[in-house]
T-cell receptor, first 115, second 116 residues
């Protein structure tokens, strides 16, 4: 089975711009979660989608949004970029409805740099 | 609120020696605990998990972890370290306070350095 894929792998944007990141989960996985990884804050949960519905959301401003499509692919969008949004954005998928006991499988991440 | 602590920023060990990476947790119910490893410029790779049952959990690449409920710990161990084990290790707990969801709460990570 192919793993979780994320595109693009690297992105450079300037402040005030917006960006869209894409994630394709493992085939058959319907739960997709997004995390932000920075040296200062570590790994922080952004949101989770299951069957096209946002099931949980972390403590991030409204500039961060996401969605999931009927084929379980997910996108996240960050509007009005700030320097502090520079981070590695990780997507993870999970089997069996994303039940709490199932492990998540992570993609390689998208490295976003905001100048 | 659920939380995870990894008290050591870095662990240094000689190749062939046993290694331990420490993790303690705080949860309001039964803990679902996970260990992940991250190599440079890569995503996280799942190593092992504890859901219920035997306190000693075996995982990938020869790693194992011991769940200790009284000490609220879930330390990662390996009997004989390899140089290739050098990486960043994360302990995580599932946020059961949010119901049956995928939200993971991660520790700050521990860098493991294995010297030849």
């Amino acid at each position: 089975k192919a793993g979780v894929t994320q595109t693009p792998r690297y992105l450079i944007k300037t402040r005030g711009q917006q960006v869209t990141l894409s994630c394709s989960p493992i085939s058959g996985h319907r739960s997709v979660s997004w995390y932000q990884q920075t040296p200062g804050q570590g790994l922080q949960f952004l949101f989770e989608y299951f069957s096209e519905t946002q099931r949980n959301k972390g403590n991030f401003p409204g500039r961060f949004s996401g969605r999931q499509f009927s084929n379980s692919r997910s996108e996240m969008n960050v509007s009005t970029l700030e320097l502090g949004d520079s981070a590695l954005y990780l997507c993870a998928s999970s089997a069996s409805g994303g039940a709490s006991y199932n492990e998540q499988f992570f993609g390689p991440g998208t490295r976003l740099t905001v100048l | 609120a659920q939380s995870v602590a990894q008290p050591e920023d870095q662990v240094n060990v000689a190749e062939g020696n046993p290694l331990t990476v420490k993790c303690t947790y705080s949860v309001s119910g039964n803990p679902y605990l996970f260990w992940y490893v991250q190599y440079p410029n890569r995503g996280l790779q799942f190593l092992l998990k504890y859901i219920t049952g035997d306190n000693l959990v075996k995982g990938s690449y020869g790693f194992e972890a011991e769940f200790n409920k009284s000490q609220t710990s879930f330390h990662l161990k390996k009997p004989s370290a390899l140089v290739s084990d050098s990486a960043l290790y994360f302990c995580a707990v599932r946020d059961t306070g949010s119901g049956n969801t995928g939200k993971l709460i991660f520790g700050q990570g521990t860098t493991l350095q294995v010297k030849p």
